[in-house]
């Protein structure tokens, strides 16, 4: 018989164990280690007492990973061991969460899941989460053209220097990962975050927040500038003066058409990859 169980900080090598056996088979997802656990606590909030195992006697058969911020949780991943599914322990896990968050909050639940995962959206579907917004990938790849930004036009500020600039705030939807929360906690943790200025008479006029922590990506985590017609020229100079700076690719991932309509990413010189849907519900009690 199946059992189930909400985890404690202690059982972080337990979830390393059941993800890595359940959600990430051989031929899926890349495992994870400690460390890329750590990095999900640290940077996206995940909480161990927001996670379960499901077990049936020594052997693991089910993970649900989650995280949780003051107004919502984010599913982050939920996987049943192959020879496992189709028993219902996937949908069990989901359910026991719900019920735990109807109760402690905060009710809302979304998940950002991969436009080609069939199956998992069709999963959600049967936990009554209902899609609501589509989030575009986008990539600038090499060879860049030549920018034409003075470079002394160009400064390198601080998160306190951004917060401070002026710039409107997104009215976009933002994807977990890049939550102004998570661009802080990322670089309270690792120091990975760059943030480049194109510097006006008074002010700055575009902004670019990146996190350079991969040799292989360089990902962009924020585009901001001016609110007037101007903004989005300057934005785009201050891209390519950015991309010049290196070899590497350079992503924008998980963008809502309102935080960047796909005529303007075009504009930009931005291609887009791949497609995230979001499905959310609100947790109800047992």
């Known amino acids: 018989m199946a059992s189930y169980r909400f985890c404690r900080s202690d059982d972080v090598p ?21 460390d890329r656990f750590k990095w999900w606590i640290r940077v996206l909030e995940l909480w161990t007492s927001s996670c379960m195992v499901a077990t049936e006697g020594s052997q ?39 019920q735990k968050l109807a109760i402690l909050g905060p009710r809302r639940i979304f998940a950002e899941v991969p436009a080609g995962d069939e199956r998992f959206r069709t999963f959600l579907g049967h ?18 053209a030549a920018s034409h930004v003075p470079p002394e036009m160009i400064a390198e500020i601080g998160l306190d220097e951004l917060a401070a600039a002026g710039f409107p705030e997104s009215r976009g939807t933002l994807p977990w990962g890049r939550t102004v929360n998570s661009v802080a906690r990322r670089q309270e943790y690792f120091a990975s975050v760059r943030v480049l200025a194109l510097a006006g008479v008074d002010r700055f006029e575009a902004a670019l927040v990146v996190d350079e922590s991969d040799s292989d990506v360089r990902r962009i985590l924020a585009i901001h500038h001016v609110d007037d017609d101007r903004g989005p020229a300057l934005a785009a100079g201050l891209l390519g003066h950015y991309a010049t700076l290196g070899i590497t690719p350079v992503a924008w991932e998980r963008v809502h058409e309102s935080e960047c309509a796909a005529e303007r990413a075009a504009e930009w010189g931005l291609r887009s990859a791949a497609v995230t849907l979001r499905f959310e519900t609100t947790a109800d009690p047992a």
């Open 14 to 34: 337990l979830l390393v164990q059941a993800y890595n056996e359940c959600f990430a088979p051989p031929g899926g997802v890349e495992p994870i280690d400690r």
């Open 60 to 98: 693991l058969i089910g993970v649900l990973i989650a995280a949780k911020r003051e107004t919502e949780n984010c599913l982050l991943a939920v996987g049943v061991h192959p020879g496992f599914r189709h028993l219902g322990h996937g949908r069990h896990m989901v359910t026991s969460l719900g």
């Open 127 to 144: 936990c009554n989460y209902t899609g609501s917004e589509t989030l575009t990938d986008y990539a600038l790849e090499p060879p860049f």
